[in-house]
């Protein structure tokens, strides 16, 4: 191949200079978002273990309802405990200037110093006070985003009963990273972010001790009991002896934080998978812009290409010239973006650490990262651009030389043209645009699927907001047809609670249920498990399954799906549970989609195995024309009562409203943005061609503002077809996404808003005629008689 | 048929060019006038000024200096969108090479010259289709250019600027791209187009044996007339 044919394709390419920077552009930001999400999460991965190391996180923690401290002293002496922190974790609500009854998890701690597990690291101030019991420690990123400072003046409200309190220490704490929810409760509270709106404050554990003690029993207790291990021991063995050490007082549930942490890797890697198939759109998108581009470039340069033929050079010469050149820009372009995308991923991650309270490591990311980079970007215009330039082969150098289109024209009425006829349309501007369309098929397709995928994920996105929160508030009114939940600060029996409940006119009936920790050996394995057991008949509560069926003899248990799947358990797998002194087996009859990650048990069979009536909380159901809210204040108000929560209030939402607008507008953006370069380039390539037809009309007398509607005509229909095929797609990319969902919500289900539709297709529209806008610009220039006079009309 | 009214009136018309740091002088004060219901010829060789002469009575381009009056109108002070509205209303254009919508049929080419115009759908079919009728091809009514010959084509061009019914029909080089048999027989319809409909016609054209047909032939060279003549005269 000579230099001078080169040098000859590089001015024709370069003669669309603004489409191929545009093309470009898009690859560029594909391999820099590839490179960049690349470059966060193995931060992210060494940067979370180096702040479970810094912050002292607890390898094993226990929740129990109440333990004395004194029971539990021993705990420090067992081989292989590093280190031990107890503490009183309750929910309540803190009022401060703009922000009355804000949800708050309390902990209650020893004053003086922080925790020896589980640090609070001060940024400001000091810690708690030992002489004065009303001061608090509030975390740093809550404080600084409701401008609460040291000395700042706040009212603490627990177990009903009010009181103030001062900011004296403001602290780091890495306490997001456990699971959003008092593992107490049977539903989850609130979803808890950095932000939000639930306050982690610390306040010394004598105040809680104090609010709560009934009576009977010891004063000194607390409800979480952390433990670190030293390294080589054997965790099973220390975990047994632990729980030996906290018998015979019941616990709720345990939590192996390296579970914790495994599962949020888990969560890292499907997050690996959304980069995949994040970058990969792009990169589809970015094939597009570089087809239409390079179509237009053959097409423009038709005449150029078959002189050259005519000289003798070759079909695949010519081919070869255009694809070296092509593959060289894209070369460059890649090697641009991998060198700022890495640290531009270094320094996004980093960001977002610290506002989690973590501070960035260094990691290295996969040589293989690079070679796809290298590869994809040059590879994806190399394909796309391979197919406009095969049709050189077709150029005979005679027509082309006479300027003559390449292109057939079309013969024969459209398929649009005839459905339009039939509903009605007779409009010329209908006609003219779709027999436009049909003329160049595969520029109206890709401007199609340009705008449907940019559609259908911002559909996706809003449909998974939508999802996530109406699924929730969705299974609960299909399955539970409780009107309040109510936990007790300790497991009450029977006659207890029906002494609690009756003097309440408004309390129709009630359920039992014990939410109980345990261990378990399944397959081998000895494992600590959460057990709820409840009236699995009653009629406050309900299961959907999964698979299998409901308990119907001895013996037989439940589980959610979630659950299964994390520890490979199916229909008809044994399960060997301790209850009281006693080892039972256990047949997998029935799978649940629940809100709950726990196993499920009759409730009369567990207090049987107990020996005991152990009742931690009842589903209540209250008399017709009751108000819930006040029957909630009412029941709350007793002394044995920590919560008591309406159905609504446990339906309200996962993610907070902030949280998911914010998705929602931030895909739907980035899907906006896409489609936006996706119609700019194709339209103003799409004018380019049409400008011949156009300076035609605009002789005949056709006034500009009529040249423009017949643009944004184009632009409409196609949006209309682009909108209805986004619906599919939109489903698609939900379902392709739907595992990482239900790691959040087994029962996540995509909803189908027509108002969000709607919206989307507004939106959609209004970017597509908002990306023709510079060509129609271009319109108003044309010169009448220089394009006439070039003429390429027939 | 020549009548005593004036139609066009060009008065000391002048146009530049700017091409890099060259001034092209494409017309040097050309002065004449063109009667209703008249079949002038302009002729002149390449770069004599006569397309640049035919885009300022067809008002797709304005003068730098001088006048062009159309039915009383100064067009050359007219703005871009005023004389788009003036070139819809009375003038049809005819160019070299047909410039027909390869996507549109032969009636649907004729339609799209006046659909702006007429909306209703049944006036606007049978108007083109009268049209067609007039110019002998309204057998091709339903093909697309891609199935005319050149010939066919021209005069499916030649029915979308009389449908119009303007007062002017403007010609760039009619024949131009077509052979010399055809050539004659466009030249003879629109001969006949002009004594039947009484529509003044403009052609610019290379081919002197027009003047044979025209009432008048107007010769330009170097951007100035040096010659007008009256039918069957050549230079």
Known sequence: ???????????????????????????????????????????????????????????????????????ISGIGSIDGVEGVASRYHVFGEVSFPGHDKNPADIYGIDPGSSPDVFKLILSEGTYLDPLNNRTILVERSFASSNGLVIGSEM?????????????????????????????????????????????????????????????????????????????????????????????????????????????????????????????????????FVVYTTVSRIIQSNSRAIGITKSLGYSDSAIQRAYLILLGILALITTLIAIPIGEPGGRAIVSEILIMFSMNAQTAAISPTVYIVALVVGPGSVLAAAYFPTRKIVG??????????????????????????????????????????????????????VGISLGAGVAFMGTSIVSGY??????????????????????????????????????IAAYEPYLKLGTSAIISGDEKLVSLLCI?????????????????????????????????????????????????????????????????????????????????????VKVTEGSNPDVVAETVFALDDVENSMTKSQASSGVLSESQGTAIAVGMAGIAMALLLAVVWNIVSISTSERTPELAQLEALG???????????????????????????????????????????????????DFVMFLSIGTLTIFTAILASIPAARKLRSIDINRVIRERLMT | MATSTSLVQIEDLKKEYTLGETIVHALRGVSFEIMKGEFIAILGQSGSGKTTL???????????????????????????????????????????????????????????????????????RRRALHYLELVGILDKADNYPSQMSGGEQQRVAIARGLAKEPPILVLDEPTGNLDAETSDAIWALLKELNTKTGTTIIAVTHQTSVSKVANRSIFLRSGKVYGISESGEEE
């Open chain 2, 54 to 124: 035919l885009n300022m009575i067809s008002a797709l381009d304005v003068p730098t200096s001088g006048k062009v009056i159309i039915s009383g109108t100064d067009v050359s002070k007219m703005s871009r969108d005023e004389r788009t509205n003036f070139r819809r209303k009375s003038t049809g254009l005819v160019f070299q090479f047909y410039n027909l919508f390869p996507t549109l049929t032969a009636v649907e080419n004729v339609e799209i010259g006046i659909a702006l115009d007429i909306k209703d759908k049944h006036e606007l």
């Open chain 1, 395 to 448: 150029y005979e150098p005679i027509r082309a030389i006479r300027g003559s289109m390449m292109e057939k024209g079309y013969v024969g009425e459209t398929i649009l043209e005839k459905i339009g006829r039939r509903i009605g349309i007779r409009g010329y501007g209908f006609k003219y645009v779709v027999r436009s369309m049909s003329l160049n098929k595969t520029r109206a397709a890709l401007l199609i």
């Open chain 1, 702 to 752: 056709w006034p500009r503002n009529s040249l423009t509607r017949l643009l944004i005509l184009e632009v409409l229909i196609v949006s209309f077809f682009g909108i209805i095929i986004s619906i599919p797609i939109g489903y698609l990319f939900t379902g392709l996404l739907d595992n990482f969902m239900k790691t959040y919500i087994p029962f996540y289900t995509p909803s189908f």
């Open chain 1, 1 to 71: 191949m000579t230099g001078t044919l080169l040098q000859k394709t590089r001015k024709e390419i370069f003669s669309q200079r603004g489409k191929v920077i545009s093309s470009l552009t898009l690859v560029f930001i594909g391999v820099f978002c590839y490179v960049a999400f690349s470059a966060m999460l193995p931060v992210m991965r060494v940067s979370v273990d180096a702040t479970y190391e810094t912050y002292a996180s607890p390898d094993f923690m226990v929740v129990a309802y109440s333990v004395p401290r004194d029971h």
């Open chain 1, 155 to 287: 009212t603490v409200s627990v177990f009903g009963i009010e009181f103030d309190v001062e900011v004296v220490g403001i602290v780091n704490s890495i306490e997001h990273l456990l699971p959003h929810r008092n593992p107490k409760q049977l539903i989850d509270a609130p979803s808890r972010a950095t932000f939000s709106s639930i306050a982690p404050i610390w306040i010394d554990i004598s105040v809680l001790q104090e609010l709560s003690y009934t009576g009977t029993g010891e004063k000194d207790i607390v409800n979480e009991i952390l433990v670190r291990f030293e390294p080589g021991y054997n965790q099973t063995t220390i975990t047994n002896l632990i729980l030996a050490e906290i018998a015979p007082y019941p616990i709720v549930t345990t939590l192996g934080v390296s579970d914790l942490r495994s599962s949020e890797l888990q969560r890292f890697e499907i997050a690996d998978e959304a980069i995949f198939l994040f970058s990969g759109l792009i990169f589809t998108v970015a094939s």
């Open chain 1, 535 to 619: 009236n699995t008949l009653g009629t406050l509560h309900h299961f959907k399954f999964e698979s299998g069926r409901e308990i119907e003899s001895a013996h037989e248990i439940l589980v959610d799906v979630t659950l299964a799947n994390s520890m490979g358990i199916d229909l008809n797998s044994k399960l060997n549970l301790t209850l009281g002194n006693s080892t039972i087996a256990f047949t997998l009859v029935g799978i649940v989609s629940s809100p709950l990650d726990v196993f499920y048990i009759e409730f009369a069979e567990a207090m049987d195995y107990l020996g005991q009536e152990m009742i931690s909380g009842v589903f």
């Open chain 1, 469 to 506: 929160n109406t699924s929730l508030s969705s299974y609960m009114n299909q399955y539970e047809q409780w009107d309040l939940l109510v936990d007790f600060k300790a497991p009450l029996n029977l006659s207890q609670v029906e002494s609690l409940f009756s003097p309440i006119s408004s």
